[in-house]
């Protein structure tokens, strides 16, 4: 069974930092790449990362270039979006995303 576990939202304020993580389990991590997507509050998700496989190819939405990083260790099946600078429309829950699966979602909150 394919399991996606986000952790490491709170609130913070802005300008802050913050280190999400997904841990994977129930398929062969190493061999997909992964995704984190985001939604705030009354609007759709939108996509924010990808990294490949082996994590040398990413993208990032515009929106979050410059100040988020994404990464993986796949010996540890975990992947991670370091976040920084954090804005207020940074404020979303917060999905790590495999193919057709989805985590609980993380939130994260950015206010004053």
């Known amino acids: 069974e394919v399991q996606l576990v986000e952790s490491g939202g709170e609130m913070v304020q802005p300008g802050g930092s913050l280190r999400l993580s997904c841990a994977a389990s129930?398929?062969?991590?190493?061999?997909?790449?992964m995704s984190w997507v985001r939604q705030a509050p009354g609007k759709g998700l939108e996509w924010v990362s990808d990294?490949?496989?082996?994590?040398?190819?990413?993208y990032y939405a515009e929106s979050v270039k410059d100040r988020f990083i994404i990464s993986r260790d796949n010996a540890m099946n975990t992947l991670y979006l370091q976040m920084n600078n954090l804005k207020p429309e940074d404020t979303a829950i917060y999905y790590c995303?495999?193919?057709?699966?989805w985590g609980q979602g993380t939130q994260v909150t950015v206010s004053s």
């Open positions: 990294i490949n496989n082996r994590g040398g190819r990413i």
């Open positions: 129930g398929f062969t991590f190493s061999n997909f790449a």
């Open positions: 995303n495999h193919d057709q699966y």
